[in-house]
């Protein structure tokens, strides 16, 4: 699985876009990247996955560069409830891939 | 998407003693549910991956006859950690993936404390 590299904490004004940086520079030509977020003290919550195209969910979008090596994650109208612990993975998915959590983004979204 | 439960949520046990922990896939019928540990301000770390009916797969470092898992239906999976020491105190949390998905769907988790 390819290396990812996050911020350790940003900060974000509730009702602002959020822009959640990730680097990925050795991902391979097979691997997605892969964003979840873990709000204190539960489970892991999937946002949304891409490959090379831009994705929109209703959760969030996510941007990926034409070279592939950095992706950014964007909640457009971040809430208090979006403050959370935000992992940017790399990984091949296919059926019953592993997830390998770096230490992440920490973001607190601020009244 | 899936719908997992934990349960117990938090449980406190004695040195020495067992604990048994169950992921439940209630609307879903989970042929893979992996477990996850996770230590106070660290990230998760992948203890094993649990098939039905067929013996877990468990990562390198992590103990199969300490944390026994059990796999015996599509919607059951459950972890024993054995003679537990509080060094086994951690955040223990289960997933599932969707057939034919990239998405995994993680259990609230279950906290331990022995004490």
């Known amino acids: 699985d390819a290396k990812t590299t996050q911020p350790t904490s940003m900060d974000c004004a509730e009702g602002r876009a959020a822009n959640l940086p990730c680097n990925h520079s050795?991902?391979?030509?097979?691997?997605?990247v892969y964003w979840y977020r873990q709000i204190h003290s539960q489970g892991p919550q999937y946002i949304i996955h891409?490959?090379?195209n831009n994705e929109t969910n209703e959760m969030a979008s996510l941007i990926i560069t034409e070279d592939r090596k950095s992706s950014t994650l964007i909640l457009p109208h971040a809430t208090l409830r979006d403050t959370a612990v935000y992992y940017c993975?790399?990984?091949?998915?296919?059926?019953?891939?592993?997830?390998?959590f770096g230490k992440g983004t920490l973001l607190t979204v601020n009244p | 998407g899936a719908v997992v439960s934990q349960h117990p949520s938090w449980v406190i046990c004695k040195s020495g003693t067992s604990v048994k922990i169950e992921c439940r896939s209630l609307?879903?019928?989970?042929?893979?549910m992996f477990w996850y540990r996770q230590f106070p301000k660290q990230s998760l770390m992948l203890m094993a991956t649990?098939?039905?009916?067929?013996?877990?797969?468990?990562e390198q470092g992590v103990e199969k006859d300490k944390f026994l898992i059990n796999h015996a239906s599509l919607t059951l999976s459950t972890l024993t950690v054995t003679s537990a020491h509080p060094e086994d105190s951690s955040f223990y949390i289960c997933?599932?993936?969707?057939?034919?998905?990239?998405?995994?769907?993680f259990g609230p988790g279950t906290r331990l404390t022995v004490t």
């Open positions: 997933s599932v993936q969707l057939a034919g998905g990239h998405e995994q769907y």
């Open positions: 050795t991902i391979s030509g097979n691997e997605y």
């Open positions: 891409g490959l090379k």
């Open positions: 993975i790399a990984d091949s998915g296919g059926s019953n891939y592993k997830l390998t």
């Open positions: 609307d879903f019928q989970a042929t893979t």
């Open positions: 649990s098939n039905e009916g067929s013996k877990a797969t468990y």
